[in-house]
């Protein structure tokens, strides 16, 4: 079995609804530096910049309740939030506080020794299951809630990778009640995945049967 990260994203949740800032158009489109590719504005959720030419698109939304950085490589992710934090400051914005962090992990585990339906029937259905028949259980999905403490909560979705019958997706969203005066620094963000990621392979990881 090996296993690939999809995706990394940070959300960041203000403590209270905010207007959403007005960004300089050229710093927009120059923000992953490929402005033809860079599509800028406003969606349903906030304000949007979007990186269009990748397969997972990098992307910065600010919107009233939360705002949210993602892309395939945790570097950019954490280079945006600074990017961010910084032309917040230049245009001066009032510190905008925080509330809560998320951090947020796609993975994919690959070429297990069964289907992913039977891996999750085997570890988590049939225990439970009255199968006297022995009829074929298999699942599809499954989504847990595990709260380490009172502060930290995680959520986590399993799902059949879609065309890869011994491939596995997991969606892991790491809620983090921290608060913080203003966007968070390098050295902060640092320290929050580091504690999220020793917490995945120490306590989560384990509890699946899979080796992150």
Same mark, same amino acid.
């Not at 923000?31 to 906030?46: A, S």
């Not at 009829?135 to 847990?144: A, E, G, I, S």
């Given at each position: ?24 158009? #050229? ?29 997972? =698109?990098?992307? /910065?939304?600010?919107?009233?309740? %939360? *705002? ?14 600074? %990017? /961010? ?12 506080? /925080?509330? *809560? ?5 796609? $993975?994919?585990?690959?070429? =297990? #020794?069964?289907?992913? &339906?039977?891996?999750? *029937? ?16 298999? =699942?599809?999905?499954?989504?847990? &809630? ?7 909560? $995680?959520? !986590?979705?399993?799902?059949?990778? *879609?065309? +890869?019958?011994? @491939? !596995? $997706?997991?969606? /892991?969203?790491?809620?983090? +009640? ?23 392979? %120490? ?5 699946? @049967?899979?080796?992150?």
């Amino acid at each position: 079995m090996r296993h690939n990260i999809i995706s990394f994203s940070f959300v960041l949740l203000w403590k209270q609804p905010i207007n959403i800032p007005l960004l300089d158009n #050229k710093f927009c489109k120059d923000f992953f530096d490929d402005p033809y590719n860079t599509e800028v504005g406003f969606v349903q959720e906030g304000f949007l910049i979007s990186l269009t030419n990748s397969q997972i =698109m990098p992307h /910065i939304l600010l919107g009233p309740k %939360k *705002a949210a950085f993602m892309s395939s490589n945790l570097e950019q992710v954490k280079l945006s939030i600074e %990017k /961010i934090s910084a032309e917040l400051k230049r245009i001066n914005t009032e510190p905008l506080e /925080i509330s *809560a962090i998320g951090v947020n992990t796609e $993975y994919e585990f690959l070429e =297990m #020794k069964e289907t992913v &339906q039977q891996y999750l *029937a085997e570890r988590f259905l049939v225990s439970g299951f009255k199968n006297e028949n022995n009829f074929p259980v298999n =699942m599809t999905d499954l989504r847990f &809630q595990v709260k380490t403490d009172e502060n930290n909560l $995680y959520n !986590l979705l399993i799902q059949p990778r *879609a065309n +890869q019958p011994n @491939g !596995l $997706y997991l969606n /892991i969203n790491a809620h983090r +009640q921290q608060s913080f005066d203003g966007i968070p620094s390098r050295e902060d963000l640092d320290k929050i995945y580091d504690q999220t990621n020793d917490e995945l392979s %120490k306590l989560i990881f384990p509890s699946l @049967g899979l080796e992150g």
